[in-house]
């Protein structure tokens, strides 16, 4: 039996601090992830504090970064969506990432990487379901959830969407939706590490 601690990797991402949606949300997701794991460890990598550099290359940053996410048991990542994509900083750290053969065989392409479970909050200003005007334009969910398991690994996704209603007249309408859908992030945060636990992943 490991007597190594279980450990948690966070990554945050997003550039507005307190305020943030998806910082709120992953902070939820330590404090329910501890509570099921009351030993482990939580490794923190805020990106938008310490943004990457954009990948030029194979470099000691690919083996730390892949190194991080080899070590986790379990990950939590926020991800705000930024122009209809990742926040560029997320991106470049995925990069990075990928080029380490920790994360991906060089030789076959096969995904190298194994955790517990791994959960994406994303964090969206407006709405796009299927009968909304902006459908199909969220690229970093869709984005996020193919790269993740090139290199092996599975995201539940939470949504959080109309964050921006709140502070926005002219959204009003939809301040519900914002209400609602962070009502049902909480839940699942709730009970998505014990879900997992009972699965015996
Ligand atoms: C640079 C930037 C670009 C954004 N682009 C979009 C966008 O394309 N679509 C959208 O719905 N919201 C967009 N937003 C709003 C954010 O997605 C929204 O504020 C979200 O809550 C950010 O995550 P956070 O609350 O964790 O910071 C953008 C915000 C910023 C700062």
């Given at each position: ?21 998806s910082r ?55 991800m705000p ?81 109309m964050t ?38």
């Amino acid at each position: 039996m490991s007597t190594t601690a279980p450990t948690l990797l966070r990554i945050d991402t997003s550039i507005r601090g307190t305020d943030s949606v998806s910082r709120r949300l992953t902070d939820l997701a330590v404090r329910t992830w501890l509570r099921t794991h009351p030993t482990g460890r939580v490794v923190v990598h805020d990106l938008a504090e310490n943004p990457p550099p954009h990948f030029a290359g194979p470099s000691e940053l690919a083996e730390e970064y892949a190194t991080e996410l080899r070590d986790a048991d379990d990950l939590v990542l926020g991800m705000p969506l930024y122009n209809w994509g990742p926040p560029s900083m997320l991106k470049a750290w995925f990069d990075h990432v990928i080029a380490s053969p920790l994360a991906r065989d060089p030789q076959t392409m096969a995904p190298m990487l194994t955790l517990g479970t791994a959960v994406l909050v994303v964090a969206r200003g407006g709405a796009y379901g299927d009968d909304t005007p902006r459908a199909g334009w969220d690229h970093a969910t869709d984005w996020a959830q193919k790269s993740f398991t090139a290199v092996g690994l599975d995201l539940t996704v939470v949504p959080v969407e109309m964050t921006l209603a709140p502070g926005a007249p002219y959204l009003a309408e939809f301040e519900h939706l914002y209400h609602r859908d962070l009502a049902r992030a909480q839940e699942e945060l709730e009970q998505v590490w014990t879900r997992a636990a009972l699965a015996g992943v």
